[in-house]
């Protein structure tokens, strides 16, 4: 994971605590889903297409 991505992580991941101590779990939520979606996005091979995973079954 580059430094940039880990940055934007530790703040998201700071605006979503400072959300849940203010009782806002709606917003904390919203960051909460930013952070899975980028972990997830650098976890994937990156000779995988983001948006195109095809189903072999599908294809044929």
Do not use: Y
Request: net charge positive.
């Amino acid at each position: 994971m580059n430094t940039g991505m880990q940055t934007k992580i530790r703040e998201w991941e700071a605006e979503r605590d400072r959300n849940l101590r203010i009782h806002c779990p709606l917003v904390a939520a919203k960051f909460q889903r930013w952070i899975d979606r980028a972990k997830e996005e650098d976890d994937r091979p990156h000779s995988q297409p983001r948006d195109k995973i095809f189903n072999k079954k599908a294809c044929s």
